[in-house]
C-alpha cells in the first residue's frame, strides 16, 4: 500500500485524472489492501487491519487533494485562457471597426445622398398631388403655379442614378396637373353659380319680406297714426340696410382674404400655410399686422 501511495503522490495529475488510469489504479489499491486477511481475533490482526484502512484513507485524502489542486489549477488557467481571449476579441472588433471605417463613412455619405434626393423626388411628387394634406382639392390657380414651377424645374446630374426617376415623376406631375386644371375650373365655377344662386334666392326671400312689411304697414296705416306708419318703415328700412351692409362686408371680407391667400401662394407659400397666415392675421392673432378691408 505504500508503494501505490508513494506513486499517487509523485504522479502527475494530468496522468492521475485520466478517465482510462483511475479504475486501474484503484483495483490495484483494492488487490493491495485486500491481499491479506488478517485476523481480527488477535491484537496484531486488529493493528493490522487499522493500518490498511487508514491506508485506503489516505489514498483517498491524497487522490482527492491532488484532484482539488488540479481543478483549482485548471480553472485559474481557464479563467486566464477566457482573459485572454477577451482581449484578443475587444483588440480585434476595434480593429475591425478601425479597418472598415473608411467604408463606414463612405456608406453614411451615400445614405446621406440619397435620402436628400428622394426627398427632391417626394417633393415634386406631391407637387402633382390634386388634394392637400387635409383632403381638399387644390385651387386650379395653385395648380396652374404647380405646373409652372414644374417645368421651369431642372432636373440636373445631381440627381445621380436617380435622375431618369426624377424626370418620370417630373412628367408625370406636369401631366396630372395640366389634365386636372379643367375639371378643377369646372368644379369652381359651378361652386360659384351654386353661390350666386344661393345669393339671389337670399335676395328674393329678403324682397319679399321687405314687401310683406311694407304691405302690413299699409294696412296698418288706417288703424294707426302717420307717425306709427313712419316709424315701421324707417325700422323697415334700417334692418334692409343693416342685412345689406352685412352681406356687402362679408363678400367684402371674403374676398380680401382669397385675394391676400392668392398672392402669398404666389410667394411659394403652400395653400394650406396660406390659408392659415390669412386666416391668423384676419383673427388678429399676428401683432402688428392687419388687413385693411
Not at 54 to 81: C, H, M, P, W
Amino acid at each position: 500500500m505504500k508503494t501505490e501511495l508513494e506513486s499517487i503522490e509523485k504522479m502527475a495529475p494530468i496522468k492521475l485524472f485520466k478517465a482510462k488510469f483511475m479504475p486501474t489504479l484503484l483495483k490495484a489499491i483494492e488487490i493491495e489492501a485486500t491481499a491479506e486477511i488478517p485476523d481480527a481475533e488477535t491484537v496484531t490482526g486488529r493493528k493490522h487491519i487499522t493500518s490498511l484502512a487508514y491506508k485506503v484513507a489516505r489514498s483517498k485524502t491524497t487522490i482527492d487533494d491532488l484532484g482539488k489542486n488540479f481543478v483549482a489549477e485548471q480553472k485559474a488557467a481557464i479563467a486566464n485562457i477566457d482573459a485572454v481571449r477577451k482581449t484578443a476579441r475587444d483588440f480585434l472588433d476595434q480593429l475591425k471597426i478601425t479597418v472598415r471605417q473608411p467604408l463606414t463613412d463612405w456608406e453614411d455619405v451615400e445614405t446621406a445622398r440619397v435620402e436628400k434626393i428622394q426627398a427632391k423626388i417626394q417633393v415634386i411628387k406631391d407637387l402633382g398631388a390634386l388634394i392637400d394634406d387635409l383632403g381638399v382639392r387644390i385651387p386650379a390657380a395653385t395648380l396652374d403655379a404647380y405646373v409652372e414651377k414644374l417645368r421651369y424645374m431642372k432636373i440636373t446630374k445631381i440627381y445621380g442614378e436617380y435622375q431618369d426617376e426624377a424626370i418620370n415623376a417630373k412628367n408625370a406631375a406636369i401631366a396630372n396637373l395640366t389634365e386636372a386644371v379643367p375639371a378643377q375650373e369646372q368644379r369652381e365655377f359651378d361652386a360659384r353659380e351654386n353661390e350666386r344662386r344661393a345669393q339671389e334666392e337670399q335676395d328674393n326671400q329678403r324682397v319679399e319680406e321687405e314687401q310683406r312689411i311694407a304691405r302690413e304697414a299699409v294696412e296698418a296705416a288706417d288703424l294707426e297714426s302717420t307717425r306709427e306708419l313712419e316709424e315701421i318703415q324707417r325700422k323697415a328700412a334700417a334692418e334692409t340696410a343693416k342685412q345689406e351692409a352685412r352681406d356687402r362686408d362679408v363678400k367684402h371680407r371674403r374676398r380680401c382674404n382669397n385675394e391676400a391667400v392668392a398672392d402669398l401662394i404666389k410667394l411659394k407659400v403652400g395653400d394650406i400655410l396660406a390659408k392659415q397666415i390669412v386666416a391668423a392675421i384676419a383673427k388678429g392673432k399676428i401683432t402688428n399686422i392687419k388687413i385693411h378691408y
